[in-house]
């Protein structure tokens, strides 16, 4: 089955730019999809369709997508930015959805 | 507004089953899928499973064929996981996501989560 790998955690500063790679065979060919989850809560939807953001999301957090990585970038950090976060895809082999291990964002 | 209201904490022994329901509102039921998503404590998120409310075809994670049940009463607008012969392992957290229509890809809207715990 498909495999997306996420670094375990990221550490980052208030102000500066945070960014959380999701690595996948040709994931480039694939959409992608990020979400945030705090602590006690459901997963939020940060970027859709790699690059995409719901009603909502600020315009710090954006993504992209090429090759073997996905990335999710986040600009100014905040402390209210410290969370997991996990990316997605659809395989379409399996036709099954596939979530990544999940990377913890500190904010220092 | 999109509401996705899960049913409450459950306590279960092992080998008892247990149904998790899924109420929604303020969209077309028929016009999504459902994922339900298992949260182990302290892990990741893992798929489980994907209904579509018109074929009422569910796909399912291999890791969860087979004691895992999904189904919908698009009557009421609420979907259900059922599991059943539970074992500690199965203690989680449990959320529903509304996914696609054709393709389990994307769940935007999410239930709070249920709690199933397992425990003789």
């Known amino acids: 089955s498909y495999v997306l790998t996420q670094p375990p955690s990221v550490s980052v500063t208030p102000g500066k730019t945070a960014t959380i790679m999701c690595g996948g065979i040709n994931i480039g060919d694939k959409s992608v999809h990020w979400y945030q989850q705090k602590p006690g809560q459901a997963p939020v939807l940060l970027i859709y369709?790699?690059?995409d953001r719901p009603s909502g999301i600020p315009e710090r957090f954006s993504g992209s997508n090429s090759g073997n990585t996905a990335t999710l970038t986040i600009s100014r950090v905040e402390a209210g930015d410290d969370a997991d976060y996990y990316c997605?895809?659809?395989?379409?082999?399996?036709?099954?959805?596939?979530f990544g291990g999940g990377t913890k964002l500190t904010v220092l | 507004q999109v509401q996705l209201v899960q049913s409450g904490s459950e306590l279960k022994k092992p080998g008892a089953s247990v149904k998790v329901s899924c109420k929604t509102s303020?969209?077309?039921?028929?016009?999504?899928?459902m994922d339900w998503v298992r949260q182990a404590p302290g892990q990741g998120l893992e798929w489980m499973g994907w209904?579509?409310?018109?074929?009422?075809?569910?796909k399912y994670a291999q890791a969860f064929k087979g004691r895992s049940v999904l189904s919908l009463d698009t009557s009421v607008s609420t979907a259900y996981l059922q599991i059943n012969n539970l074992e500690v392992e199965d203690t989680a957290v449990y959320y529903c996501?509304?996914?696609?229509?054709?393709?389990?890809?994307?769940?935007?809207?999410w239930g709070q989560g249920t709690l199933v715990a397992v425990s003789s």
């Open positions: 996501a509304r996914s696609d229509l054709v393709v389990p890809a994307a769940p935007d809207y």
């Open positions: 303020g969209y077309i039921f028929t016009h999504y899928g």
């Open positions: 997605q895809v659809w395989d379409s082999g399996s036709d099954h959805l596939v």
């Open positions: 209904i579509n409310p018109n074929s009422e075809n569910p």
């Open positions: 369709f790699d690059s």
